[in-house]
Every structure is written in C-alpha cells, then in structure tokens.
C-alpha cells in the first residue's frame, strides 16, 4: 500500500445525519481525492486538493464539502446524508510535478450505507 | 465531457491464454493512461501506466497506446486465474483546470479459468 489510511472502513448512518470520513497519508503527496464507486458508474471524483487549504469541485460534489488543515489529512463531510450517498468511497494521492509523474494510488475505502 | 470507454465484458480465458483489454478515450489533449485492477470489494491497484505512443512492457503485462487513434489497451500474457479481477482504464488532460484529474471507464470484468 501506499501509505493511505481511510476511516471509519465501514459506516451504516441514518439519513440526515452528517458524516465525515477521513483519509491520512504519510507519503507527503500534495494531491489528495476523493471518489465515489457506484456499480453501473464506476469510479467518479468528489473533489480534490492540490495543497493545503487549496480543494477544487470534482464530477459528483454537490452535497459533499472538504477540507484539508495539514498536508496528511483530507476530510469528506456529508452535511445531510441521503440514501443516494450510499457508497464506497476511495482516497487517493499523487505527488507533484510534471505530467509524466502523477500517478495515483488508492486507499482502502469506506463502504457507507445511508438508511 | 470527457469520456473513457472500455469493452463492456465480462471477458472469460482460459489460464494461459492472452487478455486483450481496450479502451478509448474521447479528448485528444490525454496524455497519461494508467490501468488499474481491482479484486472484488478491493481498491483499485495500480499496474500500468503509459505515456508515449507504442508498447510498455511489464512483466506479463503490455500496454498499447495509440494517441492518434486515441486508443489504449491492455494484454495480459499467460493468464492466470489470479488475474481474475475488474479492469480500469484511466485518463489524465494535463493541461487546464483539470490538471491532475483522472477520468475512468467503467471497467472490464475478467475471468481465467482453470
């Protein structure tokens, strides 16, 4: 693995609740994203963060916000979940650089379940 | 919108056989291709990536990109029942907004039997 961590692996919640998960990476990589992979649509990107403090929309991020305080921790807040948020969400990192070296390595994910 | 598409699959081998993978890409700024494998309720696991047009090889593992054809895919040599997993190919844009940004097809679901 690459140094990624998410918590919690597993959440059940009910709806309306808010939920935050969290991604940790001690590789020191200035990307961090976050996915949803729903069967029928792959893997499709929340939002992403290109420094601290610096996060950017993805496809999907409409009832979703992010924050990122230090370089190892990305936060994914459901303010309200609804049962449509029900998932599996990844993490991901990449370094910096040029084009050629932005590869991107994946946590273990977090299956969530709306009720 | 950006658009990656793959063979819709499943794809059945038997153990030894050659896999071809493909997937096709609809922005032609695309630089990078990367392929992932994901085992069933597992995250998606880096195996390739390519960048220049033609042939990298690893392994048992080639992949093929044609830019002009915007044409990328995957052969697996000598396939093995440990292969059997769900296959993602992946696109970066490299310049723009979308900078660092991958677009993913829906995958390949592959099966080696015995």
């Known amino acids: 693995d690459a140094g990624i961590t998410q918590s919690p692996r597993h959440k059940v919640t009910e709806t309306g609740t808010p939920v935050t998960l969290r991604c940790h990476q001690t590789e020191n990589h200035r990307y961090m994203y976050w996915y949803r992979q729903d069967p029928g649509h792959g893997l499709r990107l929340i939002h992403y963060s290109y420094g601290v403090k610096d996060t950017d929309k993805g496809e999907v991020s409409d009832g979703y916000s992010v924050s990122r305080s230090k370089t190892e921790d990305f936060l994914l807040t459901l303010e309200s979940a609804t049962s449509s948020q029900t998932s599996v969400y990844f993490c991901?990192?990449?370094?910096?650089?040029?084009?050629?070296?932005?590869?991107?390595?994946f946590g273990p994910g977090t299956r969530l379940t709306v009720t | 919108q950006k658009e990656v598409e793959q063979n819709s699959g499943p794809l059945s081998v038997p153990e030894g056989a050659i896999a071809s993978l493909n997937c096709t890409y609809s922005?032609?700024?695309?630089?990078?291709f990367f392929w992932y494998r994901q085992y069933s309720g597992k995250s998606p696991e880096l195996i390739m990536f390519?960048?220049?047009?033609g042939d990298k090889e690893d392994g048992r593992f080639t992949a093929q990109l044609n830019k002009a054809s915007q044409y990328v895919s995957l052969l697996i040599r000598d396939s093995q029942p440990s292969d059997s997993a769900t296959y993602l190919c992946a696109v970066k844009q490299d310049r723009g907004s979308t900078l660092g940004r991958l677009y993913f097809g829906r995958g390949t679901q592959l099966t080696v039997w015995p």
């Open positions: 390519i960048y220049s047009n």
């Open positions: 922005d032609r700024g695309s630089q990078s």
């Open positions: 991901a990192i990449s370094g910096s650089g040029t084009s050629g070296s932005n590869e991107q390595y």
